[in-house]
């Protein structure tokens, strides 16, 4: 089982949508985070969880909203984005301090249309 | 706040030489980690080399070394015997205490650089 996964690995939705991005770590991890990369853009953080708790809303808009049941899973909702949402969204997972990486999932990449 | 730079967008390079790829960081805090990743077509970001801020040494993984100059807020990645399969992107990435409590801390990325390996 690799480390992190992520469903589905492409999704394309319409702005009036609600749909879910998954992630799932195989590692032991305790904290989970969500990334997005756009085009020509650097890395945004999104949110971080550490032991299920979010500890970090990097000004994300309300439309995007995260949720981790346990420290193995977490969850991006996504409902009525816009076609600028569109990008690949990135989770990773690390021990909860002092991690010296982060171990990222292949992606989800999302089309807003 | 954080910020990493990296200032060569893309590079061509003749297999089997040495590859050094720029990144400069800036933050005030005293306390932070700086990481390399490969991020290939395929769109997996996969971790490269990890040298702490209070890290004596440069940090040194197989083919990827570090070198880490504090003063001047720079940590560049050298690969040595460079192949084809290194041709992806490559992200400069700093770790700061997102909060004062501590726990997990967020990365910051620089914009990347396109390494292309010619046979």
């Known amino acids: 089982e690799t480390g992190v996964t992520q469903t589905p690995r492409h999704l394309v939705m319409g702005m009036t949508n609600k749909k879910s991005l998954k992630c799932e770590q195989h590692l032991g991890h305790n904290a989970m985070y969500w990334y997005k990369q756009s085009a020509k853009k650097p890395l945004e953080l999104m949110f971080v969880?550490?032991?299920?708790?979010?500890?970090e809303n990097n000004s994300v808009p309300s439309r995007f909203s995260p949720e981790c049941p346990n420290s193995s899973h977490l969850f991006l909702h996504l409902h009525t984005l816009q076609p600028e949402d569109s990008a690949l969204y990135l989770c990773?997972?690390?021990?909860?301090?002092?991690?010296?990486?982060?171990?990222f999932g292949p992606g989800t990449r999302l089309t807003v249309t | 706040a954080q910020k990493i730079t990296q200032t060569q967008p893309g590079m061509f390079v003749q297999e089997k030489e040495a590859v050094t790829l720029d990144c400069t960081y800036d933050t005030s805090d005293p306390s932070y980690g700086l990481f390399w990743y490969k991020q290939p077509s395929s769109g997996e970001m996969i971790f490269l080399i990890y040298?702490?801020?209070?890290?004596?040494q440069n940090a040194t993984e197989g083919r990827y070394s570090l070198n880490f100059q504090k003063a001047r807020k720079s940590a560049n990645l050298v690969i040595s015997a460079s192949q084809l399969g290194d041709s992806a992107m490559y992200f400069c990435?700093?770790?700061?205490?997102?909060?004062?409590?501590?726990?997990?801390?967020?990365?910051?990325f620089g914009k990347g650089t396109h390494l292309i390996i010619q046979p």
């Open positions: 990435a700093m770790r700061v205490p997102m909060y004062s409590g501590g726990g997990a801390d967020g990365l910051t």
């Open positions: 969880y550490n032991f299920k708790e979010q500890t």
């Open positions: 990773a997972s690390s021990q909860e301090t002092g991690g010296t990486e982060q171990y």
């Open positions: 040298q702490g801020s209070y890290d004596q």
